[in-house]
């Protein structure tokens, strides 16, 4: 018997996993775009996201990848600073066997700039998962 564990090059986060929408919303990029200058000296967090994997380590790049209610919007690139793979526990202090939790921190690397931001997410989107189709 063996484990599933996956190796991710894509950070797939929703807000309640930490995506930081203070920072990343569409329609202001829009207008003002997000730049590299506006986030290199921060470290982000997130949590929460399920499944047992390992995100590609720094300096190897993950995609940076907001989901909007299963839908894809891809804003550039990001270096894992850290991650930790916790049992998932139920309400009642369980664990059902195979439930794994991940959380960590990383840089962002590289911002894409709107056009191609909206290119490059409904070319590299997983199938049917594009923000824009």
Not at 91 to 116: F, I, L
Not at 118 to 129: D, H, I, M, Q, V
Request: aromatic share 12%; net charge negative; hydrophobic share 40%.
């Amino acid at each position: 018997m063996g484990s599933p564990l996956e190796l991710n090059d894509t950070l797939l986060l929703g807000e309640a996993q930490g995506f930081p929408v203070e920072v990343f919303d569409l329609e202001r990029h829009r207008v003002s775009p997000v730049t590299l200058a506006d986030v290199q000296d921060r470290v982000f967090s997130f949590h929460g996201k399920d499944g047992a994997r390992i995100f590609h380590l720094d300096p190897v790049r993950v995609f940076l990848v907001q989901n909007l209610g299963g839908k894809w919007l891809i804003w550039g690139k990001a270096l894992i600073q850290s991650q930790t793979m916790e049992k998932k526990l139920n309400a009642d202090g369980s664990w059902t066997p195979g439930e794994w939790t991940m959380s960590g921190t990383y840089r962002v690397s590289e911002v894409y700039d709107p056009d191609y931001q909206e290119l490059f997410t409904r070319r590299e989107s997983a199938p049917g998962k594009s923000f824009f189709s």
